[in-house]
C-alpha cells in the first residue's frame, strides 16, 4: 500500500525564472529535474542558481546516496564536471539543493549529488555557517510551512582549507566568491502564488566562499535584501509577482529574532 501523503509537491518555479533560462544558451541552460530547476553555467562549471519547493512531501526516510557524479543531461560541448574535480582541492562538494531536503526516495535523494546541483563551497561555510541555515529550513517545514528556496553563487575566488582559489579542474570550475540564498516561507496550504502578500516572510542570505565565515557570525548575520542579490546577480526573483508586492517584499531585510 503507498503511504498516505497529505502533503504537496509544488512546481519549483512558481515564483518564476530568475534568468529567465532555457535551452538555447549554454551559459543560462534551463535543466528541469523532478527534484529541482536549475539554470546551469557551463563556463563556470557551477549552477547559475536551484530553484526547489519544500514541503514535508519531499522528507521521508532514504538514506544518503552519496553517490556524486556528472550530469549526463547538460548539453554536448558543456564541461560534465566529476567529483574528482573537487578531490585534494580544498573546497567542499558543496550541495544548492540539500541531500536532506530530498529524501523521500533512494531516487530523490540521489538527484541532489548530481554535480550541477554542487559548487565549491568553503568546511566552513559548506559545514557550518550554510549547513545551520539549511537546518532552519528544515525546521520551518516541522513547524507547518511550506517553502520555496533559490540558492546560487557568482564571483570568482574563495579560501578553502588549502587557501585561496579562483579555479578548480584547470579552470573548468570557477569558485564563486559568493553564496547566496532566498527562501519565501508560507503557511502550509494550496494557491501558493496567491497567498503571497507584504507581510509574508522572506529570508535572504549573502555569504562569503571563504574559511572563517563561521567566526563569531551565525547565517542569520549575513542576511540582506532580495534587491541587494537582485543586483549582486543580475536576476530577477519572484517574477511572478506583481511588480508592486515585488518592490515591497524585496527591499525588507528578514529581522525576525532567530533562538
Ligand atoms: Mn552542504
Ligand atoms: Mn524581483
Redesign the pocket.
Known amino acids: 500500500m503507498p503511504r498516505f501523503r497529505p502533503h504537496r509537491r509544488d512546481n519549483h518555479l512558481t515564483l518564476g525564472n530568475p534568468s529567465e533560462a532555457r535551452t538555447a544558451s549554454t551559459d543560462n541552460y534551463l535543466l528541469t529535474k523532478p527534484q529541482f530547476t536549475l539554470s546551469y553555467n557551463c563556463s563556470t562549471g557551477t549552477a547559475n542558481w536551484v530553484s526547489w519547493h519544500l514541503s514535508k512531501a519531499w522528507k521521508g526516510s532514504a538514506t544518503r546516496q552519496d553517490n556524486f557524479r556528472p550530469d549526463g543531461a547538460l548539453p554536448t560541448g558543456c564541461y560534465r564536471v566529476t567529483k574528482d574535480d573537487y578531490t585534494g582541492s580544498g573546497f567542499d562538494r ?2 544548492l539543493c ?1 541531500s536532506d531536503d530530498r529524501d523521500a526516495s533512494q531516487e530523490d535523494n540521489s538527484a541532489t549529488f548530481l554535480m550541477t546541483n554542487i559548487i565549491p563551497q568553503s568546511p566552513d561555510l ?1 559545514r557550518e555557517t ?2 545551520v541555515l539549511e537546518e532552519y529550513c528544515r525546521n520551518l517545514v516541522d513547524q507547518g510551512n511550506e517553502l520555496y528556496i533559490i540558492a546560487g553563487a557568482y564571483g570568482k575566488g574563495g579560501s578553502g582549507s588549502e587557501g585561496t582559489r579562483n579555479t578548480l579542474a584547470d579552470g573548468k570550475v570557477t569558485v564563486p566568491a559568493k553564496c547566496w540564498k532566498i527562501i519565501v516561507v508560507l503557511p502550509e496550504g494550496g494557491n501558493d502564488l496567491k497567498r503571497i502578500n507584504s507581510s509574508t516572510r522572506l529570508i535572504a542570505v549573502d555569504m562569503p566562499n571563504r574559511q572563517s565565515v563561521n567566526n563569531g557570525k551565525y547565517w542569520y548575520d549575513y542576511r540582506v535584501s532580495i534587491d541587494a542579490i537582485e543586483q549582486a546577480t543580475g536576476f530577477d526573483f519572484l517574477s511572478q509577482l506583481s511588480t508592486g508586492l515585488q518592490s515591497q517584499l524585496e527591499s525588507k531585510v528578514d529581522a525576525e529574532r532567530i533562538q
Request: net charge positive.
Open positions: 558543496g550541495h540539500p559548506n550554510w549547513r
